[in-house]
């Protein structure tokens, strides 16, 4: 099948390049000719495991390339938009300007029988507003929204955990049409859920909402153990057995970040109120709450052991991208806890296995080194914020002749306390004694 997919960030790249290794052929289409140019010649302008290997493999079988030139999409049955909805500035609302630009400039270009489908996340009402503009051309709209992971895009896309299909009532095409492009996953046992416009759009910010609850009760927890004495992680283990409640994302640390789970509750939370049913998410505002405390309560843990002053102190930041294997910083909690303690007068070196240089442009400021071994040269506290394998892997005794004072911060929980303290290291974590 001939298909297109519009805008060719993350999420679009990563969807073309998948379709493409699928057998599908693809056109990706960006107004960044940059980017463009970027992804073309297999460098995709963001980390992503895997990608740049897919991108060379899928364009050496003829059936993936780019363009900057809109009209690249004629000819395309099937239309994916994956353009971006940032949170709107001065407000939690999202921001639908690219999603209404690509529509309108992909108008022009559709034939009778083509399927848009919506991939960004976007606020319910949407499919709806524009299925009008879109069945004024004969071709037809359907909502298939994206359950991504940074750092593993490519296997939940050739792979993905479940398929939901939003269409019209009795749009049987149009589910025929989405069954033919998802073939392969369909064919390997994926569950498929068809249903309405509305629901397609909520599921997607569902799940966000449920992820970030569940991070944040964890945090929570965290509040309550550090003034009672318990370990957050070992109540984590305990309760994680219980199959209603399970074990993933109920590890404590900073808190979530990134481009997707903090701007869609608040997004989620901004439509709700339009729609009339705001009290239905006010649990929202305490979840987002939790998640930004836990950035305050890092900064505090960190003059705590400085004896309550950072100012000239060498800080050594062990990670900055919001999670690992990634070198998105967008909302990133590590990267906040960096700029706070260096507004605070400390003189932070910081370092990542890929975010620096994404870091480097949000935050100028800071001090940036290639290796963990270079940042804890000299200094009086090391602090791990993002739980990168090599940081996790760090020997306690070889590190801790390389720092001024053996004072480790664990910002993740993903250290050993026993194996650094018995190197006399003082340890200190989020909710642990």
């Known amino acids: 099948m001939k298909i297109s997919v519009i805008g060719c960030g993350y999420l679009g790249a990563v969807h073309a390049a998948c379709m493409a290794e699928l057998g599908h052929n693809v056109v ?57 909805t940032p949170q ?45 503009s879109i069945a004024a051309t004969g071709a037809r709209l359907a909502w298939n929204p994206e359950f991504l992971r940074e750092g593993f895009a490519v296997k939940d896309t050739v792979s993905p955990d479940r398929l939901v299909y939003g269409v019209e009532t009795g749009d049987a095409a149009s589910v025929a049409l989405l069954d033919e492009v998802y073939a392969a996953a369909l064919a390997a046992g994926t569950p498929k859920v068809v249903t309405d416009f509305a629901t397609a759009e ?4 569902a799940a966000n909402a449920f992820l970030a609850t569940k991070i944040s009760f964890i945090n929570a927890m965290a509040e309550v153990a550090e003034v009672t004495g318990a370990d957050v992680t070992q109540l984590a283990d305990a309760i994680g057995y219980d199959t209603r409640i399970g074990r993933r994302f109920l590890n404590a640390g900073l808190g979530f970040g990134g481009g997707c789970l903090p701007k869609d509750i608040r997004a989620f939370m901004a439509r709700a109120e339009e729609l009339g049913a705001g009290d239905a998410l006010n649990f929202l505002v305490e979840v987002d709450a939790i998640n930004q405390r836990r950035r305050e309560r890092m900064v505090d843990l960190t003059l705590e052991v400085c004896n309550g002053d950072v100012r000239g102190k060498r800080i050594a930041v062990l990670g900055l991208a919001f999670k690992p294997d990634s070198d998105d910083v967008r909302d990133s909690p590590a990267l906040d806890v960096a700029a706070r303690l260096a507004e605070l007068g400390a003189n932070v070196v910081a370092t990542d296995p890929e975010a620096i240089e994404t870091s480097r442009r949000i935050r100028p400021q800071l001090d940036y080194v290639a290796t963990a071994e270079e940042a804890a040269n000299g200094a009086g506290a090391v602090l791990v914020l993002t739980e990168w394998a090599q940081f996790r892997a760090l020997d306690p005794e070889a590190f801790g002749l390389l720092v001024a004072e053996r004072t480790i911060l664990d910002g993740r929980n993903c250290l050993d306390p026993a194996q650094w303290r018995s190197a006399g290291w003082t340890y200190r974590a989020l909710g642990r004694p």
């Open 202 to 205: 909520l599921v997607k910010v």
């Open 88 to 132: 709107q500035r001065g407000s939690n609302a999202a921001d639908l300007t690219y999603v209404d630009a690509a529509v309108a400039a992909l108008l022009p270009h559709l034939a009778p029988g083509d399927l848009v489908v919506g991939k960004s996340t976007v606020p319910v009402g949407t499919a709806t507003r524009l299925a009008v």
């Open 28 to 84: 990706g289409v960006d107004i960044d000719a940059e980017k463009i140019a970027r992804l073309a010649a297999g460098n995709p302008p963001f980390f992503e495991p895997g990608l740049p290997e897919l991108l060379t493999s899928a364009m050496s079988t003829g059936r993936l390339a780019f363009s900057s030139d809109i009209a690249a999409v004629s000819g395309s049955r099937v239309h994916f938009l994956a353009v971006g």
